[in-house]
Structure formats: structure tokens, C-alpha cells
């Protein structure tokens, strides 16, 4: 299969050993058991029906998009199933476990990790610094009471920090890893926000629009580290995202999404080929 992801490579791409060694490798026993299953999902913002009796089931081990027009209800979604938005009705469970009436905090211990759509990283503090705070969730009294930013404190947290640097060393960071996050181009600190999230250990990445305002080359290095984190730790990752292209590209199955309800779901070569979605999307 040519893709747009042949056409450039990050320039170590073979050189690597085993990548983020420390997230567990899905069994491929497992592959395609669901892992969310959404059903019957409203909510409304006033007179809005941001999502209307919504369903979707994403399976173990897949990339799966959650794509459609502005407006289609798509954030709402991530933010539901985080836990940020309280749907008024309908199920959200999470490897058989209800996430509906759990705080964000309680969502992110269940191993859901969320990039937003916009860039939300402490500008002043390293790159270094920003994907360990996707540590959080594994230190008793939160990072900073943890004392991990300084001297002493940080080097013995050597359990962290080894696979803080394992990020870093997929992603390609190391050259910035000291530099404060607010000095770095739009493409890198996407990139530290995606390495902050997959440091938090996730069963279930949440991506909203990862290469959104990206030139090629940057879309094409995200998207071959998503197809490479999916195929060597089997990582279940959905995303929504408005880059056809992309979504085309690296999806196992895409949902489409539409005033709030789904139109369609299937493989990419279903779903662009389905006049519904042609209608009210693709041919928009
Ligand atoms: N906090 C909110 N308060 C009021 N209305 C909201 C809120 N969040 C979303 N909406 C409305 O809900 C609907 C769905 O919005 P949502 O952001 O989920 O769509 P989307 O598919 O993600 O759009 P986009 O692709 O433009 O990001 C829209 O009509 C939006 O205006």
C-alpha cells in the first residue's frame, strides 16, 4: 500500500530498538475485543443537540477516526468520554467499566489519556519537564509536591525519568528536550503533547485533531508515529480530525459523525465510498 507516510520517514526511523518499552504490549489474542462501547450518548448545550443517541465501539488495538463537519459534535464526544462533559443519557463503558458520573481524574486512572485541540503545555517549562507531568497519575500527591523537578528529587524517581526519556527518544525530542516549551514551533509542541499523553501509560489515546495546522512533513511524522505506536505496542487510539488524507491513511475504521449522530462507520475504503457520508461531508 503507497501512502503519503512512504514518501517521508523521521530520519533514525530504522535505527531504533524496542519503542516505549515500558507500555504494556497488547496480546494479540486480544486484538479487536471492544474496548469502549458508546451507546445511546446525548447531550445538549441549550436548544443544541451537540450528540444525539450516538454509538460507537472502538476495538483493541485499532486507530479509530471520528471525523465530520464543524460543528458535528465530534469534541463533545472526547470530552464525554474523559469525563469533562456529563452526558444526559447513555452508557460510556471502558473495558467493562462505566465511565459516566467519573471526574476527569478518575477517567485518566482508568488509563483514557487526551491530546486537545489546543495546546495546552506549561510554555515556560522544558519539554523534559511538560511529558512528565504525564507521570501524574502515578505519584502520590501530584508531581510537584513529589518534589520531581528538582536535583535530587527527580534523579531518584529514576523509574519516571527512564521512561520520560523513552518519549523523548521516540519522538524524536531529544535535540529540544531542555528548551522551554514556549520557544518551539507549532509542530514540536504537538509533539510533546502526544509524548505527555503516552507517558501517562494509556490503555486508550484520545486525539483531538493531532496535525491540525501542521505543514507535510510534521503530519507525516505524527502519523507514522501513531502507525507505529498501533502496530508495536497495539495502543487503541481514537481521533478525530479533519486531514482526510491522514485520517484515510493511518484509520482502521472511521466513524462519521453528523448533527450530532453517526451516519456511518466502517473501514476508510467503506465509509468514502458511502453516499450518505459523500452528501453530507466528503463531497461538501
Ligand atoms: N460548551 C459548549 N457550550 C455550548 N455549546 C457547545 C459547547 N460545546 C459544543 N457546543 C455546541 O455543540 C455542537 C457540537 O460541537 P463540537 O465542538 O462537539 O463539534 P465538532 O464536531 O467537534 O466541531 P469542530 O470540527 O468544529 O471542532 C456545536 O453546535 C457547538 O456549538
Not at 132 to 149: N, T
Amino acid at each position: 500500500m503507497s501512502t503519503m507516510m512512504d514518501k517521508h520517514l523521521p530520519s533514525n526511523w530504522d535505527s531504533r530498538g524496542e519503542i516505549l518499552s515500558f507500555l504494556p504490549r497488547l496480546d494479540e489474542a486480544r486484538l479487536g475485543e471492544p474496548l469502549l462501547d458508546i451507546s445511546g450518548l446525548s447531550l445538549r448545550f441549550g436548544g443544541v443537540k451537540a450528540v444525539d443517541k450516538m454509538n460507537l465501539d472502538v476495538k483493541r488495538g485499532e486507530i479509530h477516526a471520528l471525523v465530520g463537519p464543524n460543528g458535528a459534535g465530534k469534541s463533545t464526544m472526547l470530552n464525554c468520554i474523559c469525563g469533562y462533559y456529563r452526558p444526559w443519557e447513555g452508557s460510556i463503558l471502558m473495558d467493562g467499566q462505566q465511565i459516566v458520573g467519573r471526574r476527569p481524574d478518575q477517567v485518566a486512572q482508568l488509563g483514557v489519556a487526551r491530546v486537545f485541540q489546543r495546546i495546552e503545555l506549561f510554555r515556560r517549562m522544558t519539554v523534559l519537564e511538560n511529558i512528565l507531568v504525564g507521570r501524574h497519575r502515578f505519584m502520590k500527591g501530584g508531581v510537584l509536591s513529589s518534589g520531581l523537578f528538582w536535583g535530587a528529587g527527580y534523579r531518584q524517581e529514576s523509574a519516571h525519568q527512564q521512561k520520560v526519556e523513552e518519549v523523548i527518544e521516540f519522538l524524536n525530542l531529544q535535540h529540544v528536550r531542555k528548551a522551554p516549551v514556549g520557544s518551539l514551533s507549532y509542530g514540536l509542541q504537538k509533539r510533546v503533547e502526544i509524548g505527555r499523553a503516552l507517558a501517562a501509560e494509556p490503555q486508550l489515546l484520545l486525539l483531538d485533531e493531532p496535525v491540525a495546522g501542521m505543514n507535510l512533513e510534521e503530519k507525516e511524522d505524527v502519523a507514522r508515529y501513531l502507525l507505529d505506536i498501533r502496530e508495536e505496542v497495539g495502543l487503541t487510539i481514537v481521533l478525530v480530525e479533519h486531514e482526510m488524507d491522514v485520517v484515510m491513511d493511518i484509520s482502521d475504521r472511521v466513524t462519521v459523525m453528523s448533527f450530532g449522530c453517526r451516519i456511518a462507520s466502517g473501514t476508510p475504503d467503506v465509509v468514502r465510498t458511502d453516499p450518505e457520508v459523500i452528501r453530507s461531508y466528503l463531497g461538501a
